[in-house]
């Protein structure tokens, strides 16, 4: 039978303190999966951890940058046919204080912080398109607004 699980998070780091937002690209190095493929910060919720705590640990080891504010946005499921797993991503936007330095994990062999219409056409996956315009759309101001109290989780 075909498991369903929500063991990955997928954050969408963001600096928002300019006239235009910046999004974090990640080019994947070699010798990991998909490699050179530009996505977002990506990775497993570990058994002991929340998916929020696991986005917070995922930006730190993949970017060394720290989170100044996170919401959740949505989820995004995926199969991964070698696992018979319906994978469910738990998706979150990080707004991260200037001049959002970047120390790249192993994982990643560039990095770019991208204008919002740039970043949509780099990212590789269709979903990740999809999920930049869900964040714009509840969080163009900066914030979630009126339902700043369900979204945001720090």
Request: contains cysteine; neutral net charge; glycine residues 6%.
């Amino acid at each position: 039978m075909t498991r369903v699980v929500p063991g990955v998070v997928d954050v969408y780091v963001i600096r928002p303190y300019r006239a235009a937002w910046r999004v974090l690209t990640l080019q994947r190095a070699g010798g990991t999966r998909c490699p050179g493929a530009w996505e977002t910060v990506h990775g497993h919720v570990e058994s002991s951890e929340t998916p929020e705590r696991a986005a917070l640990r995922e930006v730190r080891e993949e970017t060394g940058l720290e989170v100044d504010r996170l919401y959740n946005v949505t989820v995004q499921p995926f199969y991964l046919h070698r696992l018979n797993t319906v994978e469910l991503a738990v998706v979150f936007a990080a707004f991260v204080q200037e001049p959002g330095l970047v120390t790249l994990g192993s994982e990643h062999q560039a990095y770019e912080w991208l204008p919002l219409e740039m970043a949509r056409k780099r990212f590789i996956w269709p979903r990740s398109r999809t999920a930049l315009d869900d964040i714009v759309s509840l969080l163009k101001r900066g914030h979630a607004g009126a339902v700043e109290d369900v979204l945001r989780v720090l």
